[in-house]
């Protein structure tokens, strides 16, 4: 059963909605990466480890990506609205307690609590969007979301950098207070209540996916760093496999599942989500050499080269704010424009790999083309992932991307990273051999022309990692595409009337209709 919304969103008043929704969706990304120009800081001041900096990185992503199913449940059976709510309460507490840390374990914490609050917020946020924007606004609105996704991962290095200029490291952390009150009021006042009944809330089911997904993660994270056959990575590995398949069983024969596992045999959700994680893998993967190579081969500080690489988020911006990649989508459908925007995500790796590492116009153009094509594959591939999925299971919906999102990128980093690494070692010179990072290789080098040597090996390995992870989205577009295109033509098309939201009240063309009363 689904249950009416508190209040009716008009249909002007759709779009301040997103943009609260967008609000929120843009602090929650930045957390992600605006840390990571902090590290020095957080090392001097809290008596850091490495091993300790390493944890609070990726604190917040573990949590996320362990709980974004869970979240989806959640959200979809207690009230998107009331989520948004409670997961902004906690963001701002947690955000609160970071800033306050005077130790390494306490900032861990708390960046585990923000992690909690990060995943109640980007399915309640997605959710929402989805409630109140009917077909024919939905594919923008999706879009316009995406984007913001895009330019908090590239502006947080940026942000950070800012900030640290004039503040200490804690000022990360209060920026999000301001922002979250303003998006409490302004979601009290503006975003419906919407939520699904479906039976009790599978706890088990919760458990297991939350632990599961946790510990791959963790042992995708872990893996570059510690090898993938040492104890601790082999061990959450099978761990992380067994669990996983735990679940599965799990939601294959309780009556009530989190997730139903039938939704696996839709050729278009299963396209879908390979596309999710493919471009993912490929964009935060290239992204993440490419942010080393401007920082080491470059020498630019970690602000100038999150600005250089800004394009790239804000062509994302730029085309879904336009509304011109909704038309693109509409006018090449689904399908194609998955693969077509994915090719040229491709042909932008391609070419910010090659660029010459002494100029910039070529890189520009690379991440324009990267940018471009994940203005148009990105909401494409998210609608075709929740349009597989009952409307009233939006919450399920959002945390299958977000979950597949956090997996697609940790693995990206940690594929890239580990490509980048052996080529690199490979590469160094004799003298240089068993240096095991860009610094101790540039610290062993005795002349000029051996750190030239060093500069020249690492740039050759981000070449060879890019078009890796090229090759990766390319293919990956290819098959999401392909998959997609099928499971329509598999499909019929829908007849009868249009359907009205119960959620909201509205018509997908932006009709109102009355709400019986007691609903």
Do not use: K
Not at 295 to 305: D, G, K, L
Not at 403 to 418: H, K
Not at 439 to 457: F, K, Y
Request: hydrophobic fraction near 55%; aromatic fraction near 6%.
């Amino acid at each position: 059963m689904t249950a009416g919304p508190t209040g009716t969103v008009p249909v002007r008043s759709r779009w301040f909605v997103l943009a609260v929704l967008c609000l929120v969706q843009l602090v929650v990304v930045l957390d992600n990466t605006i840390l990571t120009v902090a590290v020095p800081s957080l090392t001097r001041d809290l008596g850091a480890t490495t091993a300790d900096i390493q944890w609070v990185i990726n604190a917040y992503a573990l949590v996320m990506a362990g709980l974004l199913l869970t979240a989806g449940s959640v959200v979809d059976r207690y009230g998107r609205r009331r989520m948004l709510l409670v997961g902004l309460v906690v963001f701002g507490l947690a955000s609160a307690a970071a800033a306050a840390s005077q130790t390494s374990a306490h900032l861990v914490a708390a960046r585990g609590l923000l992690g909690l609050g990060g995943a109640l917020l980007t399915t309640a946020t997605l959710a929402v969007a989805m409630q109140v924007f009917g077909p024919a606004e939905r594919p923008r609105a999706i879009g316009i979301w995406a984007a913001v996704n895009a330019l908090g991962f590239a502006a947080g290095p940026p942000v950070g950098g800012l900030l640290l200029a004039h503040y200490r490291w804690p000022a990360i952390f209060l920026v999000n207070l301001p922002v979250v009150a303003i998006c409490l009021v302004a979601a009290l006042v503006l975003v419906p209540e919407s939520r699904h009944r479906a039976g009790r809330l599978d706890l088990v089911g919760a458990l297991l996916s939350t632990v599961g997904l946790g510990t791959a993660v963790f042992a995708i994270i872990q893996g570059p760093e510690q090898g993938w056959t040492s104890r601790p990575v082999l061990g959450a590995s099978v761990g992380a496999a067994v669990l996983i398949a735990a679940f599965v069983a799990w939601e294959r024969h309780t009556p009530a599942p989190m997730l139903d596992v039938h939704f696996f045999r839709n050729r278009r959700f299963v396209g879908a989500i390979s596309g999710v994680v493919l471009i993912t893998f490929g964009s935060a993967g290239a992204l993440f050499l490419l942010a080393q190579q401007l920082q080491f081969v470059r020498e630019y500080p970690a602000w100038e080269a999150g600005a250089r690489m800004a394009p790239f988020a804000l062509t994302v911006v730029l085309l879904n704010v336009c509304g011109v990649a909704a038309l693109l989508i509409r006018r090449l459908g689904i399908p194609l424009a998955i693969a077509a925007g994915m090719t040229t995500l491709a042909a932008g790796l391609v070419v910010a790999a090659y660029a010459p590492p002494d100029g910039y116009p070529v890189l520009l153009v690379g991440l324009l083309l990267m940018g471009a094509g994940c203005a148009v594959a990105n909401p494409a591939i998210v609608e075709a992932v929740l349009s597989s999925i009952p409307p009233e299971r939006a919450g399920t919906g959002a945390g299958i991307d977000g979950t597949m999102s956090e997996v697609g990128g940790s693995l990206g980093v940690a594929v890239l990273g580990a490509v980048l690494n052996a080529r690199f070692t490979a590469a160094l010179p004799v003298a240089l051999a068993g240096a095991g990072s860009f610094p101790a290789a540039v610290a062993a080098a005795g002349t000029a022309a051996e750190r030239d040597e060093v500069a020249s090996a690492f740039n050759d390995a981000v070449v060879v990692g890019q078009t890796v992870g090229a090759v990766a989205v390319l293919v990956g577009g290819c098959l999401a595409g392909l998959l997609v295109h099928r499971a329509g033509r598999r499909t019929p098309a829908p007849s009868g009337p249009e359907p009205v939201l119960p959620e909201t009240g509205v018509r997908p063309d932006g009709v109102r209709r009355a709400v019986p009363a007691g609903r």
